[in-house]
């Protein structure tokens, strides 16, 4: 069945770091991909998405690319800040019967940032 | 606008119990899922509501687990003679279900713990 592996944790970085976490997926079809945030104390919120290969998500100076050939929606950033410290989930869901499906969630990985 | 709320937020609650998890989507969604979170497991899908539509109850773990969705609108999850392994944060989300990259909006999640 479909799946998402994601980079364990914890990643520590020191503000203005750069960041990556690497995601990678495995689904029959063309799955749309999503990466969610999870502040501390707070509710899972979106991130940013993307929906088909090559598309390019972003939102608060994260991104993230679809690679299909590769299988990865890899996050980055260029500069991190403290306020970015919290958990990212990478996940996808299938289109089915012209509706979408559960997400799928990788394990998700804990970033701590430092002043 | 509101989003999805859950009640109560937290449940503690003694093996052997029955326990009953409330969920209020955002108005107007017509899909509806239920995740959870352990420490371990990440997130797991549990049952999924699209309109009118036969649940997809393919995540739940026992037959202990059981929901049903009123009205196409709030959802109340079930688990009977709980188990100190149904600790958790049980998450509710809902969508537009329009296709696969809909966006998921996630409650703030009840978190219950059996002694």
């Known amino acids: 069945g479909d799946s998402v592996t994601q980079m364990e944790g914890p990643v520590t970085l020191s503000e203005e770091a750069f960041l990556t976490i690497n995601c990678t997926y495995t689904a029959t079809g063309y799955p749309s991909l999503f990466w969610y945030v999870q502040y501390p104390g707070e509710g899972l919120q979106l991130l940013l998405k993307?929906?088909?290969?090559?598309d390019k998500g972003s939102n608060k100076g994260f991104e993230a690319t679809y690679r299909k050939e590769t299988t990865s929606f890899h996050l980055e950033k260029g500069s991190v800040q403290v306020s970015d410290s919290a958990v990212y989930f990478c996940g996808l869901n299938q289109l089915a019967n012209q509706a979408g499906t559960a997400l799928i969630f990788g394990k998700g990985t804990t970033l701590s940032v430092s002043s | 606008g509101a989003g999805v709320s859950q009640s109560p937020s937290n449940k503690v609650t003694e093996k052997g119990k029955d326990v009953e998890l409330r969920c209020d989507p955002i108005s107007g969604h017509t899909a509806l899922y239920w995740y959870r979170q352990s420490l371990g497991q990440g997130l797991e899908f549990l049952i999924y509501f699209q309109g009118n539509s036969a649940p997809d109850k393919s995540g739940l773990p026992s037959d202990r687990f059981s929901a049903e969705r009123t009205g196409g609108s709030v959802s109340t999850l079930t688990i009977q003679r709980t188990q100190q392994e149904d600790s958790a944060v049980y998450l509710c989300?809902?969508?537009?279900?329009?296709?696969?990259?809909?966006?998921?909006?996630f409650g703030p999640g009840t978190r219950l713990l059996v002694l």
């Open positions: 993307a929906t088909k290969a090559d």
């Open positions: 989300a809902s969508s537009l279900q329009r296709g696969g990259g809909e966006t998921q909006y």
